[in-house]
């Protein structure tokens, strides 16, 4: 067997696994589980639930990643025996499940990009939705689903080094850069601080008890972390010892949620500006790409331009999330069955593809996929890790945090949330959000 590839630097993991973690759950998710009606007390929960309970357990994923140097669906087993190979397939199945509708997604974010770039911003709300109705339907969502598969697929084929951490290098600067750009453009909008004010700032104290803000609030918090379902797993398998696996996870942590709020700050000054939040509270998983793109219509070529920019940040973060979410299964393929990383990165990618084209096809269905899979799903798996590494081989993650010297009272600190504070709290958020996800079913 090939020997396993490894990082070129540090800041090539550090970048790689912020890129998987910013991406369209920043600036699509955000925006419309904001708009959702939690206001501040959503980014609050939020902020916390990822400092508390999240930052503990992307340790321990990135541990038991770096602790087995093997893919999510053998780590489990190696750390613990056979009886834990259902813990690895959870971790296999999940990014499938998201990255089957994620590359969904991501079509309505090439088509968007294009149409902005060649043609016209719609002129009003009806237009904007006449248009998102023609890039979610039809054949032409599926070719963009296609196209963000394969363009995924080229990146993971040519490898961790060469593919993964080159993309991630200069696609999360360039994304940065580009955020910053709009989050200044956008503050000297009208609307602004009512923007921020209504969806960022605004405090409703009965909100912290809503179910639906408590259910948006973790699944934002996992899903835009990319957490508890292998990912991270498979990047730190990549990793050396030296790496202080708790400075890595907070730098992706910080990362990740500085780019939530800087896309919090784009969208809202645009939705408050132009009047669109009947729109937006409309919410449904369009809302982005109706609302935006009206509301830079009005602006003529300063809109287009930002339109412009905006959506292809927006296909940057996602290709650099989705060959994350492609390297798990590949990884898997490779470690299960000693595969050749094209042989595996073709498998999947065509399983990606027919498992997609129920999402591409309805968007209720889409809807359903992403809150099984991007949510409850999610933070199942999270709760798995905290105990897996908390409680079943908890020496692991001791020996491992000693053995690249990371500081003994941030050990000793996250050693006690990840078996004290993260589980429980994961678990009433898991029972929240599965009460809250039927109810809104059956209402
Ligand atoms: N974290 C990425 C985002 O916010 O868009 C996407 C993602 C990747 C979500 C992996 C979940 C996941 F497990």
Redesign the pocket.
Known sequence: MEMREQWRSRWGFVLAAAG??????????FAYRASEGGGAAFLLLYILIVLVVCLPVLVSEMVLGRGTSSSALVAPVKAAGSKWSWMGWLFVI??LG?GSY?AVLMGWTLDTFLHSLFFALPANTAEAETFFGSISTGSSVLLGQLISLLLTASVVSAGVRGGIERMSKWGVPILFTLLIVLALWAATLTGTWEGYRTFLFKIDISEFFNPSTIRNAFTQA????????G?MIAYSSYLDRKKQLPKEALAVASI?TAVGLLAGMITFPIVMSFGLKEVITGSTVGTLFISLPTGLGTLGLTGRIVAVLFFALAYI??IT??I??LEVPVSSLMDKFAWSRSKAVFVSTSLLFILGIPSALSLDFLGKVDSIF?GVL?IFGGFMLAIFLGWVVPRKFDEDLASSNSNLSVRRYLKFMLRWVSPPVIAFGLIVSVIDLFQSWSS
Request: proline share 3%.
């Open positions: 998987s973690a910013v991406g369209l759950g920043n600036l699509w998710g999940a990014p998201i994620y996992f899903f835009s972390l990319s957490l508890g379902i990912i990740d973060a996602a999330s989705s994350s979410l991007g999610l």
